[in-house]
């Protein structure tokens, strides 16, 4: 269905197509969100399919093409991360997110990337097993700091572990990513008897160290059960917001859960919102579809929703309404987590409503703000300088318009000039009017406040934002902070506890996350990343020849073109070249 503007606004199936879409067209619709929707519609296009199936994947690929306004759209269709076991010959455990095309094995999902690398932390500590990219293990000569941890056995360099032992503890972190920790502690109490019968004490206290570890990362896992592979759903609805918690089951363990609040169109029932989260959220890709699903109530086309996910996973999905013992605990569980998640998002949601409307009378605005932005600068004494921009509408953060620039061209430290190149970038394109903020927020003084006023002096939209300046007091303490308008630089007077300076706060601090964050990881990539990887023709194997023979960079640094040269693999040219390049 579309409306005037030839914009979808709606997407629907039915196996009686006339029954369904005349619904709508009656002398007297009960339903007045129905009417709203109908008042809408300027014109409608129908395909029709060969079975249910093939309705149910249009319906959802329409959906997230889309994104109709009267449809339940799924705000969160990103992969769940996994940990990856590589098939090398010392695989490597990695975190893992996208298509699972690399060759190995694939543990998870697990509800959080945080939930992935605590599990990564716990594993080090207990299996000597590298966790290094590849071509930093590639590249070693000697054992780095984690060998020196007991974090990792150094299969990178001959003579620390054999293939045998490493692969020893390979199987046994596989048992562990399985659940079979009973198992695991099993084979190493063995290994230790066996150890201390031989005389070898050494090794027989690394296995009690192992054992002794793993038993307090037992202590501390979640709730544990007898089923394989499930996922429970908990379904919370409360005005105008729906809250699904997934609980993820693998290998009899819990992972853990996560809390969704789909887009909900005042037009949808509850059954809707329901079944249109759940086609949405296992058909988005590369969500692993698990053999049992647990819900609280019955879906409209139960065996059609069956049949459908069997097919995306090659193999029969069955669903239950959580009504035997363990299955009911995990619902009762879900449900549980459900309805908390959602009654704290809807206390927000009504705190965030409430900043607004203080913010819209602060600044005497005759309509109310649907988008803010915010900019900010961060830099370590002007170098690797990063801008952020951040997204606010009104239910809060809208992450996935956040943007960062590297800042490059500019003299170092010039925060303004930073400011002017990130506007330009920002905006250089933008040319939908719901995309121009209606509130722009620049954290800094009246020196970054002018540089927006500059930029926007020749705006070719006919929708200009509102420029506010915010500078930090000067004890740089929350609530001391000074608003300035543009052009006139007047300062709008805000009580440290008012609504619409926490507003502030919140976007301007959210800002300064996101910008510092960038910059961190642009610093610490400069500094992880060696100069030998820039030069051209120097792969890993000549690094790590250079760094051998030269006794490492800084002897290499030191060394004549000549003496580079005699190092085997090396020509004259590229002797040269490495010399230029660390002489510049």
Known sequence: MYNAQEEVIYVGK??????????????????AKTRSLVLQIANMDVTVVNSETEAFLLENNFIKKYKPRYNVVMRDDKSYPFIF??????????????????????????????AVRESLRSMQRIFPVRQCEDSYYRARSRPCLQYQMQRCSAPCVEGYVSDEEYN???????LFLKGKNQQVIGTL?????????????????????????????QERQWVAGTQDEMDVFGFAVKGNMACIQVMFIRDSQLLGSKAFFPKVPNTADEQEIFESFLLQFYLAGNKLIPKQMVFASALSDEDAIADLLSGEAGYRVNFFKGAR??????????????????????????????????????????????????????????????????????????????????IEGITPGDDYAAMAQALKRRYKSVKEVQKIPDLLLIDGGKGQLSQAETFFEDWPHDKKPMLLGVAKGTTRKPGLETII??????????????????????????????????????????????????????GAKRRQTLLKYMGGLQGLKKASKDEIASVPGISKELADTIYDHLHL
């Open 14 to 31: 039915a196996k009686n197509l006339k029954k369904r879409v005349s619904s709508y067209f009656r002398m007297n619709v009960d339903n």
């Open 485 to 538: 308008l543009a052009d006139s630089h007047d300062t709008v007077p805000m009580d440290s506890h008012s609504p619409a300076l926490h507003l502030i706060q919140h976007i301007r601090d959210e800002s300064h996350r996101f910008a510092i964050t960038g910059h961190r990881n642009r610093r610490q990539k400069v500094k992880t990343t060696s100069s030998l990887e820039t030069i051209p023709g120097v």
């Open 168 to 174: 020893e503890q390979i199987d046994l972190a596989r």
């Open 189 to 217: 109490v063995d290994k230790m008897e066996k150890a201390s019968e031989a005389l070898n004490f050494e090794a027989a206290a690394r296995y009690r160290d192992q054992i002794n570890t793993l038993r307090k990362v």
């Open 325 to 406: 013992e363990e299955k009911r605990r995990y619902l009762e569980l879900a449900q549980a987590n459900a309805e908390t998640a959602l009654e704290t998002q809807y206390g927000e949601q009504k705190s965030v409503f409430a900043r607004y409307l203080d913010l819209e009378t602060a600044l005497e605005l005759d309509a109310p703000l649907q988008r803010m932005e915010c900019f900010d600068i961060s830099h370590t004494s002007g170098e690797q300088t990063v801008a952020s921009c951040v997204v606010f509408n009104r239910e809060g953060p809208l992450k996935s318009d956040y943007r960062r620039y590297n």
């Open 85 to 114: 076991l590589s098939d090398h010959q010392h695989p490597r455990l990695s975190f893992h997110r996208g298509p699972q095309k690399k060759k190995g094995e694939y543990f998870g999902p697990y509800p959080s990337a945080g």
